[in-house]
């Protein structure tokens, strides 16, 4: 069983991300959950979106990671990350898009933001941390941010990259797979 | 084939299969997307009624008048919807009628953790609860067999983990299903005390055939013999988190919650050493268990606020170390926020500045109750605003209506504002409506509404003119303003509490995440002309960012409304940011 938690703010594109590795899942043949958020916290508040994928001959029941079970998070943002600790495995890996979006309470100055979010994760987690923006730019397109994460996250999978690539052909716009396609490739590169 | 579903994608798809022919539902979150899925399926008539109660009736006549049809909505929708519910029980359908109700443990996306199992019991009508997308297109076929078989309506119930959770689904080809005939019945559709009294006796005597009949319906309630140690009663997404955090347990998998098989849990209980029941929300399984003298643990362990989950079990029942909810130290919240460019930040904006009393509404403009905006003193359900304020204003006095005003959204306003406002004109209120029309139903993702001029399937459509609905209620103060015009938005605002006569106040400007919406340039804070004031911080926008050296613009998020230029004493803020 491999358990993946994809956090982020609402409106960055947590759920492709999702629908790609549920797509893998479909073409390995083994069963597989993806629990998503929909409704009042994609207006910019905290997402987490669950994915289970089976190992061969096994089924997954909940669709939810348990905390202290995710194989991987890949977060779109660093408060995310931090909130996101709690349901990592020991031993296992954050994926991180070094980006800083500021919540309300921070925005207002009521609150402030972490100084010492990053360290603190990388005190308790593995981390790779990437530009992913700043790379999908490069391709492209800022939009394809998360296909980068995605091709950092496939080098701590065991799907092969054709797997990934078809996935992402098939569940991004027909003139976006070239560049999604690269920002795939630079990511496997940066991970 | 096998396809990645969620469970409303898989509940439409089994509409499709099942061969039903009208869809009527009204959006709301966990339930939406069953109908937006449904839309797109050849052969399936679906449309967005502009309420529960108006959908419940249009599915209701589809199915007398011989054609399957569907239902779907959230939890508290059944609340609206109740009143067709409990009478349809009595007169049965003619095709298959099945009404889909998602509720919401832990309240991702509601106002309330209301179980609608109860409504099942009260309005005496069968309930399946599926535990996973396959489930979900399959129950479907089974509900319209069941409802035509027993002519009855058939309710299934669905959890946000179920609705929202992706999982595999084999698709089948669908069946066609011809319309039955139409025969004009009296007795059995015209509901009036006689013939009630009669229909009555027919649902009691098909509730008892269904309870007898249930401990029989195998592909739906399943015995899982493991241990006899301990047995599980449970269904739904607990099921699942059972099978993972006791798999040592025997489970009994209720698929039909209600009527419970009675034969079938007793034999269960008998065949294990302790029962338990594993349910989210209220003790509907346990007190019906426990009210047959069979002894089993449930709700004084699980309690009846929030979600179930796998590891909330294994502590609980398993002797699992209690690892307690861990949350991160130190970590700023993010709740949810009105979007840059949204047009209700300036109506809030401006009735925090006049201190007004504000009863709000369900839908986006909700989030004008949070820091810095502040703005909102109650929110209930959907329409209540104007009876809120109404009600104020007979219990405080007039005075009290000058400095009160009612919130209320297009898409809320038709679903059930309409009778509050006539009840405000009828009764004479002195109060202020402002109906925030954004040309949208935001919350719930971009639905259309008999206010936005296009149907469910995008095509155009009648549309409802609100002002000359206002007037034909009888309202003589009705003015339509630009909410980004803030000065105008302010007087007129000031004018209509102040006027002795009920007002309404039309703010309108479409949702600024609607497609249609140009993106402007973003703005930029000129430092030389910043005071530092942070009256622009008012705002609560998202793209402006209190920096020791003055607001400070992101430009990524900025959709150059302009609205804190407008705010700006100094005139420090300017259009031409470069987009990041």
Known sequence: MKQIVIVGVGGQGTLLASRILGHIAIAEGLDAKVSEVHGMSQRGGSVITHVRIAGPGETVYSPLVEQGGADVIVSFERLEALRALPYLKAGGTIVLNDQKILPMPVITGAMEYPADALERIQASARVIAVDALGVARACGTGKAANIVLLGVLSNLLPYGPKRWQEAIAACVKPAFVEMNLKAFEEGRYLG | ?580
Request: glycine share 8%; hydrophobic share 40%; with cysteine.
């Open chain 2, 1 to 580: 084939m096998k396809e990645l579903m969620l469970g409303n994608e898989a509940i439409a798809r089994g509409a499709y299969e099942a061969g039903v022919r009208v869809v009527s539902s009204y959006p709301g979150t966990p339930s939406t997307e069953i109908t937006e899925n449904a839309v797109r399926y050849d052969g399936i008539y679906a449309e967005w009624a502009p309420n529960e109660k108006v959908a419940l009736e249009v599915s209701l006549g589809a199915a007398i008048a011989g054609g399957r049809a569907l239902c779907c909505m959230k939890h508290v929708g059944l609340n609206v919807a109740a009143d067709p519910l409990f009478t349809a029980a009595y007169t049965g359908i003619n095709g298959g009628l099945l009404i889909v109700v998602a509720d919401d443990p832990g309240m991702h996306s509601s106002q309330n953790e209301q179980d609608s199992r109860f409504y099942a019991r009260s309005a005496h009508v069968p309930m399946l609860e599926p535990s996973d997308s396959q489930e979900c297109k399959d129950m479907v076929a089974r509900a319209f067999a069941i409802s035509e078989e027993y002519d009855t309506p058939v309710l299934m119930r669905v959890t946000t983990r179920i609705a929202h959770a992706r999982s595999l689904v084999e698709l089948s080809e669908p069946t066609e299903i011809p319309l039955r005939d139409y025969v004009k019945d009296m007795r059995k559709y015209v509901m009036m005390p006689g013939n009630a009294r009669g229909r009555h006796v027919v649902v009691e005597a098909r509730e008892k055939r269904l309870a007898e009949d249930c401990s029989a319906f195998s592909d739906l309630n399943r015995v899982e013999m493991n241990s006899a140690k301990l047995g599980v009663v449970c269904s739904g997404a607990a099921y699942d988190y059972v099978r993972e955090a006791l798999p040592e347990a025997s489970v009994l998998k209720l698929g039909m919650v209600y009527p419970l098989p009675k034969k079938l849990i007793e034999d269960f209980a008998s065949r294990v050493e302790q029962l338990i029941v594993v349910e989210d929300m209220e003790p509907f399984f346990e007190d019906a268990i426990k009210s047959w003298g069979i002894p089993c643990c449930g709700k004084e362990k699980t309690g009846l606020q929030g979600e179930l989950f796998v590891r909330k079990l294994s502590t609980l029942f398993a002797g699992a170390p209690d690892a307690g909810p861990q949350e991160t130290p130190g970590v700023p919240p993010r709740p949810p926020v009105l979007c840059p460019g949204c047009p209700h930040r300036a109506v809030f904006y401006v009735l925090h500045k006049l201190r007004a009393h504000v009863s709000a509404d369900i839908g986006c403009y909700t989030l004008g109750a949070l820091k810095p905006l502040d703005a909102v003193d109650s929110v209930v359900c959907m329409g209540a605003s104007i009876g809120i304020a109404h009600g104020a204003e007979k219990a405080r006095g007039s005075s009290f209506a000058r400095e009160t005003v009612a919130v209320i959204g297009d898409s809320t306003l038709m679903h059930s504002g309409i009778t509050g406002l006539v009840n405000a004109a009828y009764n004479e209120s002195t109060g202020t409506i402002i109906v925030v029309d954004n040309s949208t139903t935001g919350m719930t993702g971009h639905q259309e509404n008999p206010l936005t001029g296009k149907n469910l399937r995008g095509d155009i459509a009648p549309r409802v003119n609100l002002v000359k609905l206002c007037e034909a209620i009888g309202i003589r103060r009705v003015r339509v303003v630009d909410p980004f015009e803030l000065k105008e938005l302010e007087t007129v605002l000031k004018e209509e509490m102040a006027a002795d006569e009920l007002s309404v106040v039309i703010a309108r400007r479409p949702c600024a995440l609607l497609k249609s919406v140009r993106i402007e340039a973003p703005v930029t804070v000129v430092a030389d002309a910043c005071v530092k004031c942070f009256a622009c911080m008012r705002l609560g926008c998202p793209a402006i960012i209190k920096t020791p050296g003055g607001p400070v613009i992101d430009t990524a998020l900025c959709t150059g409304c302009g609205l804190c230029q407008k705010v700006c004493p100094t005139g420090a803020i300017k259009k031409g940011g470069e987009r990041a």
